[in-house]
């Protein structure tokens, strides 16, 4: 297996860039957070790498085939944001297709979901509320058993304890049957620990691909009076800033400089990975 | 076992503080079986090599072992050897400190160790 890779992609909806010349890799077996404002582009990527929609220029390989080679995406499957499925198709239908589709698909597993969830087999696809839609297709992404899983907004309209639930079964799907997951949420702050790599788009483009934990180690806050603040930041990569009244806290990359921050009376501290993301995403 | 993480330090390290805490504590005695990763992973929503990784540290410091087929154990001695460790950074993260604010507030060493006595008869 050698991943998930997108070769050089550009893709344009009329004058609008929605991808400009992206390149990344999905490695086998990882858990990847998928994180953009609305717009960036995370929706075209997905549907680029499941060839549901085409670029206009580049390639997406799977496992070192084309994605437009026949049976290319018999190892990976894709949890849309919308619902594809015949409204008046019944929960126990979908997942008996899945099974024709996806051979491998675990029937006792999604059957056991769908009572975890407290989620009807015998009910209609119109008839599911936000939350019971997404939970309906995140039980079939985790009971295919593809190589690649790729969740669009999975825990959209789900309340708390269903989330907590979905991160607790996916985790415990990922160890028991090791496979890539990429993730794409608005969600950060409870994603942010069951990631391992993360990847941010930024209008079409990729702005970060790394490991969470470097990321998160490579920034921090130092905050205290303006003036001192701007002292400390000269020759620094102060990349956003707050101003409240005198105070000001700043967002720097690098390695905090402790002695100098006690020197001038200042105090660091880390942000977590959905405040960084609102500072290296904001305009 | 309960944990609790904070943005400060990279969640790997605080699981192996954390562990450590809990084999001090007596919580898990030597030659006795720990949590595993999965469980780790599953129960407070980490990526499973986030999990490892703190393990890991503890593995290399010979403080708990991998029995095959099993899990992780606590190695025979691991309490004692903890026990000095933690004293060792008890000087670094708390004494030496403790003695830099003196300096900066221009207390004596006699009125520190008096101010420790007075800590002590309190």
């Known amino acids: ?283 | 076992m309960f944990m609790e993480f904070n943005n400060d330090t990279p969640i790997f390290m605080q699981i192996a503080d954390q562990i450590e805490d809990a084999i001090l504590a007596g919580l898990f005695p030597e030659e006795t079986q720990i949590p595993s990763t999965t469980e780790i992973s599953v129960n407070y929503k980490l990526n499973p090599a986030t999990a490892l990784k703190g393990m890991n540290l503890l593995v290399d410091q010979g403080i708990i072992y991998k029995k095959r087929g099993l899990g992780m154990f606590v190695a025979e001695g691991a309490a004692a050897r903890l026990k000095e460790k933690r004293k060792s950074q008890y000087f670094d993260n708390y004494v030496k400190r403790s003695i830099d604010e003196a300096k900066r507030l221009k207390i004596t060493q006699n009125e520190l160790i008096e101010m420790i006595q007075r800590g002590y008869e309190e």
């Open chain 1, 1 to 283: 297996m050698n991943g998930i890779q997108v070769k050089n992609c550009t893709k344009n909806y009329g004058d609008v860039r929605a991808l400009n010349d992206v390149s990344l890799l999905f490695e086998p077996g990882k858990i990847y957070g998928l994180l953009g404002r609305n717009g960036a582009g995370k929706t075209t990527l997905l549907n680029l790498i499941t060839n549901r929609i085409f670029a206009d220029s580049g390639e997406v390989m799977v496992d070192g085939r084309s994605n437009k080679a026949d049976n290319a995406l018999r190892n990976l499957y894709m949890m849309s944001e919308k619902n594809y499925y015949p409204e008046n198709m019944k929960i126990r239908d979908v997942f008996r297709w899945s099974k024709e589709f996806y051979p491998a698909f675990d029937m006792d597993y999604a059957n056991s979901l769908a009572d975890q969830f407290g989620l009807k087999t015998d009910k209609r696809i119109k008839a599911l509320s936000t939350g019971y839609a997404s939970i309906a297709k995140i039980i079939v992404a985790l009971s295919v058993n593809a190589d690649y899983v790729l969740l669009d907004e999975p825990v959209l309209g789900l309340d708390a304890n269903h989330r907590e639930m979905f991160y607790r079964l996916l985790l415990e799907n990922y160890s028991e049957r090791p496979k890539t997951f990429v993730i794409s949420t608005h969600l950060i702050e409870e994603a942010a620990n069951v990631i391992e790599d993360i990847v941010i788009i930024k209008n079409g483009q990729i702005l970060r691909s790394q490991p969470c934990e470097q990321l998160l180690y490579e920034a921090y806050t130092v905050s205290g009076l303006a003036t001192a603040v701007d002292e400390y930041g000269k020759n620094k990569h102060v990349f956003s800033e707050d101003i409240v009244g005198g105070l000001k806290s700043a967002y720097i990359m690098g390695t905090p400089d402790a002695e100098e921050a006690r020197h001038k009376g200042l105090e660091l501290s880390k942000p977590d990975l959905q405040k960084l993301f609102i500072r290296l995403t904001n305009e």
